[in-house]
């Protein structure tokens, strides 16, 4: 499925280059601490974290344990992993081939 066309417009295809042009996890954290208050950056990271265990077929109350997240957050995120574009498989999966590279060399 296609992302929301209601997201294109130039602001946040700038937004979307930018980030794109970020070229180690240093300047990550160098953009994303300017761009993002600490609380929206925790957010973010739990959020992959969550949708990586419901992949990894964790229970609800298994995530709320481990990433300190709420039920409704999970049930939003779990309706875009059977719903959405895809982005959460499509990401997770390229990162996981790239661990899983790391680990052989």
Known sequence: MA???RLHN?????L????LALRSVEECYMFF???CTVKEL???AQRLKAARMLL???TYEQIV???E???ATISRINRCIQYGTGGYELMLGRIDGKEDQQAEA
């Open 65 to 67: 344990r481990s990433v």
């Open 56 to 58: 990894d077929g964790k």
């Open 16 to 19: 979307f280059e930018t980030i």
């Open 10 to 14: 130039p602001t946040t295809d700038k």
């Open 42 to 44: 925790g957010d973010m």
């Open 69 to 71: 997240i709420s039920t």
């Open 33 to 35: 601490e300017d761009l």
């Open 3 to 5: 992302a929301n066309d």
